[in-house]
């Protein structure tokens, strides 16, 4: 926590969680955050006086890993943002909004340093007039 402006009087603060375990060929990880960040409430351009001069981030993701054979593995991910709160002017986002994708994976491993992914993305938003987005990715992977 802390103050962002020059006066040193607008506060953000931060908290987070972090979780992860491993059982057997299932990992599991998952972290959450949130940041609470006043507003100036002397800006220029707001429509009306703000009554809560603070908006609110979260995010977070969830993941499993299953490891089906020694050289693949399926991965599932759900992870996302969501604002709350006054929208600074000229932005297109509601006080509610928010983008939240799901994911599905495969990594099949050709020797220990060297993988294909590919993945499925499901998008989608609330708060804002973007469409539903599916989105498809194919790598390369190389570790040592």
Do not use: C
């Given at each position: 926590?802390?103050?962002?402006?020059?006066?040193?009087?607008?506060?953000?603060?931060?908290?987070?969680?972090?979780?992860?375990?491993?059982?057997?060929?299932?990992?599991?990880?998952?972290?959450?955050?949130?940041?609470?960040?006043?507003?100036?409430?002397?800006?220029?351009?707001?429509?009306?006086?703000?009554?809560?001069?603070?908006?609110?981030?979260?995010?977070?993701?969830?993941?499993?890993?299953?490891?089906?054979?020694?050289?693949?593995?399926?991965?599932l991910?759900?992870?996302?943002?969501?604002?709350?709160?006054?929208?600074?002017?000229?932005?297109?986002?509601?006080?509610?909004?928010?983008?939240?994708?799901?994911?599905?994976s495969?990594?099949f491993?050709?020797?220990?340093?060297?993988?294909?992914?590919?993945?499925y993305?499901?998008?989608?938003?609330?708060?804002?007039d973007?469409?539903?987005?599916?989105?498809?990715?194919?790598?390369?992977?190389?570790?040592?």
């Amino acid at each position: 926590a802390g103050t962002y402006d020059a006066a040193d009087k607008l506060l953000s603060m931060m908290a987070g969680l972090e979780l992860y375990f491993r059982a057997g060929p299932v990992t599991f990880r998952a972290e959450a955050l949130g940041r609470r960040t006043d507003l100036d409430p002397n800006a220029v351009g707001y429509k009306y006086v703000l009554v809560d001069a603070w908006f609110l981030k979260l995010g977070w993701y969830a993941e499993v890993d299953l490891e089906l054979h020694r050289r693949f593995t399926l991965g599932l991910r759900s992870d996302g943002v969501h604002r709350l709160g006054e929208p600074i002017p000229g932005s297109d986002l509601s006080p509610s909004s928010g983008a939240q994708r799901q994911t599905v994976s495969g990594l099949f491993r050709f020797t220990e340093n060297i993988a294909a992914k590919a993945g499925y993305e499901l998008w989608t938003f609330t708060g804002v007039d973007y469409t539903v987005r599916h989105v498809g990715r194919v790598a390369v992977v190389v570790s040592y």
